[in-house]
């Protein structure tokens, strides 16, 4: 079968074109592929701003149009630029797997080194401008009066160029996927780029991206859907396709401040929400978990007179104190990463030493303000999800072509190894506390109907003394998504949620 492959001339997606066609040959290895670049109307109109363009569709519906006209049979697109409804005679199959979908944020080190109170950033995107006025400042590892934008446009090599050529602007936002996907590529080179910027990957909590972004779609006629079905990924267009459902709602395109994340995983999946709302000054602003398993959440809900207890009014079991740091990690920090699993105040003074890290990165949101605030460059956080999520990895990622020669793990010194290529970097011990030996240290009370698990130890300690209860084990047991819902699931049926607080939220009306 010959199959006729369209997309745009840039760099990007070209690669992702190429990328679709090697799909295409390993899953029908006999194909004959012809294969044709084309601009766009966006290509052809660099002066548009985004947010002021005639038309929507200005990336996709030139190709559209030699689609309908069958000039070729498929045409490669990143999702993110079809419009919302589809186009009459056409239908979209999601591609391959969904890179990153988180954007990236590069900053001058010479905007760093002087800590500038007004930043200059360079972005076209309505939903940039305003999640950046709306949550970065706590994210920068120091205090920032005001911030302005300026619009840029062409691909991403040009985009980049002009940021590093531009004395006014101090940062620059892209798109994580785009800049993975030209890593792939030998054409893309920025040099040393480390030398004379920094980066962050935000989070999707506050910077849900574009709906669509990291996807790529492939456009064919309506008619031709059963030829091009074996190439759909399913999981994948089922995500992008809630979060462009979430765009509908609002009647918008790209020129919508608006940011919507669907993601899966283990437990279930998640959907950030983040924008403002168009025609209106009302924001928008949610994060929900979806369990993998609806059914335990539904029960807890129709249970009558629920009774909330939660092991964060406990006293720890444990004692910290600090350990210093081994001195022959600390002369490797220059060509290091390093995760941060929690946030201690001697951490500090290591400040200079944190901040020659290639990358580091920390388990939550919390501990990347706490660092922040002591004037420490985060460069990534895994969103409380564990040092195993695939965040930590695809945040690696920026450093593909140069990566650390260590991997740090902060932790505590009895904790067990980590996944390599981690290797334990130890800053605190943990000392028992002493309790009168009639004290557990965890009495569940008899009445508590549904119980929130705010740390691994207090599960694991519960799942020793109280293993044999079947009336425990009948409790309804919520927790966060990430290591202590890996605990516990493989023995209670764990519920996930976001937050103590939004455990409480669920049933504060029933109680």
Partial sequence: MTYRIASRKSLLAVKQAQDFIKEIKRLDPGAKIQYEKTSSLGDRNL???????????????????????????????????????????????????????????????????????????????????????????????????????????????????????????????????????????????VGDWESWCNWMVLPLEDFPCAPAQGGLALEIRAEDRSLWSKFENL???????????????????????????????????????????????GAISSIDIEAKDQLGLQKSLKHQGPVLWSTS???SFWDRSSVDLDKTLLDEMGVSACYISKFEDHLVRYKERFQALRALLCAGIKTWEKLAKQGIWVHSCSESLGVGDEWTGLSLGMLVKNPPEKYLYQTHKSAP??????????????????????????????????????????????LVLYKDDLEFKNKFHFCGPGRTYQVGSKFLDMIPVLSESEWRKKFERLV
């Avoid at 190894?417 to 011990?429: N, R």
Wanted: glycine share 6%.
């Fill in 47 to 189: 002066d548009w701003s985004l947010e002021k363009a005639p038309a929507k569709a200005v990336f996709t519906s030139d190709l559209t149009e030699k689609l309908l006209a069958g000039d070729c049979d498929a045409v490669v697109h990143s999702w993110k630029d079809l419009p919302i409804d589809p186009t009459p005679g056409t239908c979209v199959l999601g591609i391959l797997d969904r890179a990153d979908p988180r954007d990236v944020l590069f900053v001058k080190r010479s905007s760093i080194l002087s800590k500038s109170k007004k930043l200059v950033f360079l972005t076209s995107s309505p939903r940039r401008k305003f999640l950046a006025q709306k949550s970065l400042r706590k994210f920068l590892p120091w205090d920032v009066d005001d911030m302005s934008f300026k619009n840029i446009r062409g691909n991403i090599p040009t985009r980049f160029e002009k940021f590093q050529a531009d004395k006014e602007a101090d940062g620059f936002f892209m798109a994580k996927a785009a800049w993975d996907r030209l890593n792939e590529t030998e054409e893309w080179n």
């Fill in 417 to 462: 190894d980590v996944v390599s290529p981690w290797q334990k970097c130890v800053t605190y011990e943990l000392l028992p506390r002493t309790k009168p030996s009639s004290d557990t240290g965890l009495n569940i009370p008899k009445e508590a109907t549904h119980i929130f698990w705010s740390s691994s130890s207090f599960l694991q300690k519960a």
């Fill in 235 to 281: 999981e994948m267009t089922e995500c992008i396709g809630e979060e462009r459902r979430e765009l509908k709602k609002l009647g918008g395109g790209c020129h919508t401040a608006f940011g919507a994340s669907s993601i899966k995983r283990e437990f279930g999946k998640i959907l950030y929400k983040q924008g403002l709302a168009p025609g209106t000054k």
């Fill in 313 to 315: 009014s406990l006293p």
